[in-house]
């Protein structure tokens, strides 16, 4: 039963996170509130898509509220430091579920569904975690080093939204490199290193520990 309900909310986890990656920037246009909307469902889904101990969860989950309110706090107030503090607990907080989520696919025994999808979701959430980092870094730029150049530079005249890190970061996570945006700053260029050699090393640890196990399975003696 458990493990019914890890492989539900996993899958509930995976469905939020391909909204914000697939469909948000359709709809992403002068519309905040859908971004904390879905930003808010993938940290209380990350919260139950893993099986914490009971300590660890209830940290969790008031570093999640502190994210979300902060989030609902910058929608009806907008404000430039708080939009930072927001992306900055984002990221602290699913940088640990990501690793968490790495962890308890290195230490299951077996492949199962929310292994799969577990895995599937940690590759998204590092793209997700990248465009917040990428975010963070263009804030930075401009109020707190108080530079007039952004970190980044889009390439058109459109004004540029959290679609645009979104994009960029899974442009750089894939490896796929168009060049239409480009990191500017020194803080922006380690950035966009950090999520390539990010994408790259998970993607090479997950698939060396997968078939791993497949052939421990193949092979232990029925």
């Known amino acids: 039963m458990k493990q019914e309900k890890l492989a539900r909310n996993n899958i ?13 920037p359709v709809l992403s246009v002068h519309r905040t509130l859908i971004k904390d909307l879905i930003l808010s469902a993938i940290i209380i889904f990350g919260i139950l898509s893993l099986d914490f101990e009971e300590k660890t ?3 969790l989950t008031a570093s999640g509220i ?7 706090v910058n ?3 907008p404000n430039q430091i708080l939009d930072l503090l927001f992306f900055i607990s984002f990221f602290c907080f699913n940088v640990f579920i990501a690793l968490a989520m790495i962890l308890y696919v290195a230490r299951s025994r077996d492949i199962t569904l929310t292994i799969i999808i577990n895995s599937i979701n940690g590759y998204l959430l590092i793209g997700v975690l990248g465009s917040v980092l990428l975010a963070t870094a ?13 970190a980044i530079n889009f390439a058109g005249s459109t004004a540029k939204g959290f679609h645009d890190y979104l994009y960029f970061s899974f442009v750089t996570l894939t490896t796929l490199g168009y060049g239409d945006i480009t990191p500017i700053s020194s803080i922006a260029k380690s950035a966009t290193l950090l999520i390539a050699l990010s994408g790259q090393l998970y993607l090479t640890i997950l698939v060396a520990m997968l078939v791993g196990k ?9």
């Open 214 to 222: 497949f052939l421990n399975k193949k092979n232990e003696p029925e």
């Open 57 to 59: 969860r209830w940290i």
């Open 75 to 77: 929608h009806f107030i």
């Open 12 to 24: 509930i986890l995976l469905i939020c996170l391909l909204i914000l990656i697939l469909f948000f």
């Open 138 to 150: 263009d804030l930075l730029q401009k109020y707190v080093y108080h530079l007039d150049t952004g």
């Open 66 to 72: 502190i994210t979300i309110a902060l989030s609902g």
